[in-house]
């Protein structure tokens, strides 16, 4: 590659590097351009997925202030770099190694620490943001119902309690 399209690549990576919440790495080693493709289309927009030479990888991610992906970037090497939810693109490759056993999630980085290729499968298998929330809303909801129920309680006994009364006193008379 001259020069001139290296300093390019990497310019490239570099600000690929600096807008991603996160970077995850893979070994595509045996996949075709139209397997490749599938994986793209899967991950959507949520991601960009760049097949890279390591050397100007390593030179990208240094300038870009990311440190520790050297042991990583070793044999071919493609990047996707997560623009949305991270989670959902762990969800996209994992399923997608399921079907081709040649995809090997590397590891990745979040947030600038390095994670290893464990902990982006227990990435993968976190419920969504959506389901989450509505977990956290729901939790909520039910404690506010706990809470209404406790406070109306004495409002209700004292209610039939006097309707007890009232009754005794109508049939005593």
Not at 100 to 114: C, N, P, Q, T
Not at 126 to 144: I, N, P, Q, Y
Not at 147 to 157: D, G, H, N, R, S
């Amino acid at each position: 590659m001259a020069r001139p399209k290296k300093s390019e690549a990497i310019a490239e990576l570099v600000d690929l590097f600096r807008e991603s919440s996160g970077v995850l790495l893979t070994e595509y080693r045996g996949l075709t351009v139209e397997q490749l493709k599938d994986l793209r289309r899967a991950m959507g927009d949520n991601a960009e997925y760049k097949v890279a030479k390591n050397t100007l990888a390593k030179i990208a991610a240094k300038e870009a202030g990311v440190k520790g992906l050297d042991e990583e970037l070793v044999g071919p090497t493609a990047i996707a770099f997560v623009k949305g939810d991270i989670a959902q693109v762990a969800k996209a490759l994992r399923d997608f190694a399921k079907d081709h056993d040649k995809l090997v999630i590397k590891s990745g980085v979040l947030e600038g620490a390095i994670v290893p290729a464990e902990d982006v499968a227990k990435l993968a298998n976190l419920e969504s943001r959506e389901v989450l929330l509505a977990k956290a809303a729901g939790a909520l909801k039910a404690s506010l119902f706990k809470a209404a129920y406790v406070l109306q309680a004495p409002v209700t006994k004292t209610v039939r309690t006097v309707d007890a009364l009232r009754e005794k006193q109508e049939s005593a008379a």
